[in-house]
């Protein structure tokens, strides 16, 4: 009796469940609601913090980056926790309560130290379809400030005066503050007593869009304790700050040269969303003033044919794609000649446009072809061989070949000034104005604003440095940088040129090593963080004398014989990372799938969430035995 009671109440039950359905006001596809999420990371001395909203995972930011944007319940108070890997475990070091109401977006700033941590909410409201807002919300999440902080903001491109934006306490951020779009703006901001505390480059405020922009501590090798950071709903940048700077040490790893003198040029734009610039090792020396007027358009082409399907056989052959000196076959057979085959392959290649399939208002397909920006040419030439034996007419491969496609855009040249002289080019990317320079055109403001490019004569940065030895930081403008070693006391006479890529706020090392004349250099990011997550080695091999090795880093209860190596196959100028667990290491090198040692051992203590590293040198005058040399990190 009662197995058929408890069937007749899950039938009912399973009846009044399906029955909801038809409700009239209910929509089972019908969008839960929802909120928004997402957390950037402005605590300077930290590592990765991974942050979770109740048992959500928001996901890890570094210092200076966001999480992406994670969907919540709204209205919904929750335990935030921030967390760092310690020990290959999540280490708490705080928790917040936090809850976004629904539709909204919560910006998370972290904000002050690893041992005083804390929170800067910024809520952005439901967007209103029916209106087109350009806001902008400022952010003091700079904990070495404990005072508020003004804002200013100037319109270059206009008569107007700098003006207030908003005074910002410290850890608090403005409320959203309408403002008029512009092609060039200016931050800054000051302190109670009128001190320039911090200056942008120019940059854009777009109609429509509404980023928050913060003020935070700064990390690495800068001039100034603050920088500036952009967030949007797309992601969170680097801000266009006064000053781009990188710090670099060189280490001279040169065994046959008794000491070298080292220098450097760099390479810099006052407004490099406009012009930008990148030298070879040989680029000519000086300051050009820039301005753009137009920038190119490149031509885009369609086919005068249109197919019923994307993978409609159009026909067999050769594509031969030719933008200024590049030219580029393409085999085109039975796998790949429809639509879609002929874009995959274009695609894969190093052609100078680009390829896409669109649909026509007759339901039928073409192929778009457009030459890629940045490219010798604004036009593209396509010439076809056809297997079917005629190259140019409207049939087969041939429908193909530029005399059978139709021009959609017609092509514009670029227009520019350069110290007040007119110019054009054909591409974006000018190759001919500044010897082995190239100057790439980004925008043309409607203000036309004049962009100061320099590339600076030689400055030395390493003096005397014998072989082994390691100079001492020197700051430096980030992005391209052409370094120059010679040997000591013979600027003339370069025995090492070659343009490298310093990063915006990062330590680096370029270490210089070779025999003879066979002299290459290499630059390396250095990890400085004061806060580990655990210890690490870096191990550089500059031993020009043996091409390829073996390293291994063993416990005191390892040997060589029953381990295999940590590192093998090292070519000169890589640096090997190693995580490290506290024990006494020692450190030994062997040729490539040897287990005979020809360098070390080195013995060390690692200590917890400390940083080594090791470079690998040749013997003075080259050679064995490789020495293993434990130096500063």
Same mark, same amino acid.
């Given at each position: 009796m009662n197995r058929i009671f408890v069937s007749a109440l899950l039938v009912v039950t399973v009846a009044l469940i399906s029955g909801c359905g038809d409700d009239p006001g209910f929509d089972k596809f019908a969008p839960s609601p929802s909120a928004s999420i997402k957390v950037i990371n402005a605590v300077s001395d930290s590592p990765a913090l991974y942050t979770e909203f109740g048992t959500q995972t928001l996901g890890s930011a570094d210092y200076g980056e966001s999480t992406d944007i994670t969907s919540i319940i709204p209205d919904l108070a929750r335990t935030t926790t921030v967390s760092y890997i310690k020990d290959n475990r999540l280490e708490n070091i705080a928790d917040f309560l936090v809850s976004v109401p629904l539709d909204g977006l919560k910006t998370l700033f972290l904000t002050g130290t690893m041992d005083n941590l804390k929170l800067v909410e910024v809520l952005a409201p439901p967007p209103d379809p029916a209106t087109v807002e350009t806001t902008l919300t400022l952010v003091h999440a700079a904990s070495i400030y404990d005072q508020a902080i003004t804002f200013y903001i100037e319109d270059v491109a206009s008569s107007a005066d700098r003006r207030i934006l908003e005074t910002v306490q410290p850890g608090a951020a403005s409320a959203a503050i309408d403002i008029t779009p512009s092609e060039r703006s200016i931050l800054s901001a000051e302190d109670n007593e009128g001190n320039r505390l911090y200056t942008s480059r120019d940059f854009v405020i777009t109609e429509g869009v509404s980023p928050i922009i913060a003020l935070i501590d700064s990390f690495g090798p800068s001039d100034s304790p603050v920088t500036g950071i952009y967030s949007v709903n797309t992601g969170t940048a680097a801000f266009p700050d006064a000053n781009f700077s990188a710090s670099v040490r060189v280490l001279n790893a040169i065994p046959d040269r008794t000491s070298i003198d080292v220098f450097q040029r760099t390479v810099s734009s006052t407004s490099p969303a406009v012009v930008s610039v990148l030298a070879e090792a040989t680029a000519e020396t000086g300051t050009f003033d820039v301005t753009v007027e137009r920038l190119a358009v490149a031509e885009t082409y369609q086919t005068l044919a249109a197919f019923e399907t994307t993978d409609t056989e159009i026909g067999t052959g050769t594509l031969t794609i030719t933008n200024g000196a590049n030219t580029v076959d393409l085999a085109i057979d039975s796998t790949n000649a429809t639509p879609e085959g002929i874009v995959s392959t274009i695609s894969a290649s190093e052609a100078d446009v680009a390829a896409v399939i669109i649909e026509d208002s007759e339901g039928r397909f073409r192929l778009l072809l457009s030459t890629l920006d940045f490219k010798e040419s604004y036009q593209t030439e396509i010439s076809v061989t056809d297997d079917d034996g005629d190259n140019e007419d409207d049939t087969g491969l041939s429908q193909l070949s530029s005399n059978q496609l139709e021009i959609v855009n017609e092509a514009l040249s670029a227009q520019f000034t350069v110290n007040g002289t007119?110019?054009?080019?054909?591409?974006?990317?000018?190759?001919?104005?500044?010897?082995?320079?190239?100057?790439?055109?980004?925008?043309?403001?409607?203000?036309?604003?004049?962009?100061?490019?320099?590339?600076?004569?030689? +400055?030395?940065?390493?003096?005397?440095?014998?072989?082994?030895?390691?100079?001492?930081?020197?700051?430096?403008?980030?992005?391209?940088?052409?370094?120059?070693?010679?040997?000591?006391?013979?600027?003339?006479?370069?025995?090492?040129?070659?343009?490298?890529?310093?990063?915006?706020?990062?330590?680096?090392?370029?270490?210089?090593?070779?025999?003879?004349?066979?002299?290459?250099?290499?630059?390396?990011?250095?990890?400085?963080?004061?806060?580990?997550?655990?210890?690490?080695?870096?191990?550089?091999?500059?031993?020009?004398?043996? /091409?390829?090795?073996? +390293?291994?880093?063993? /416990?005191?209860?390892?040997?060589?014989?029953?381990?295999?190596?940590?590192?093998?196959?090292?070519? /000169?100028?890589?640096?090997?990372?190693?995580?490290?667990?506290?024990?006494?290491?020692?450190?030994?090198?062997?040729?490539?799938?040897?287990?005979?040692?020809?360098?070390? /051992?080195?013995?060390?203590?690692?200590?917890?969430?400390?940083?080594?590293?090791?470079?690998?040198?040749?013997?003075?005058?080259?050679?064995?035995?490789?020495?293993?040399?434990?130096?500063?990190?």
């Open positions: 007119s110019r054009e080019a054909t591409s974006n990317a000018v190759t001919d104005l500044i010897g082995d320079a190239t100057l790439f055109l980004i925008s043309a403001p409607t203000d036309a604003i004049t962009v100061t490019l320099e590339i600076t004569p030689q +400055v030395l940065i390493a003096e005397d440095l014998l072989f082994g030895d390691i100079s001492t930081y020197r700051l430096s403008d980030a992005g391209n940088v052409i370094f120059t070693a010679t040997d000591a006391n013979n600027p003339e006479s370069p025995i090492y040129t070659e343009a490298l890529t310093l990063v915006d706020n990062q330590y680096h090392m370029l270490a210089i090593t070779g025999l003879g004349d066979e002299i290459d250099g290499a630059v390396a990011d250095e990890e400085t963080r004061p806060v580990k997550t655990l210890s690490s080695l870096a191990i550089l091999h500059a031993a020009p004398s043996t /091409p390829l090795l073996d +390293v291994y880093v063993l /416990p005191s209860s390892a040997t060589i014989s029953d381990s295999d190596p940590t590192g093998n196959n090292i070519v /000169p100028l890589l640096t090997g990372q190693f995580g490290l667990f506290p024990e006494t290491f020692t450190i030994s090198v062997t040729e490539s799938s040897s287990e005979t040692v020809i360098g070390g /051992p080195l013995t060390f203590e690692a200590a917890p969430y400390s940083l080594f590293k090791v470079v690998l040198l040749d013997a003075p005058g080259g050679g064995e035995p490789i020495q293993v040399i434990l130096v500063d990190p």
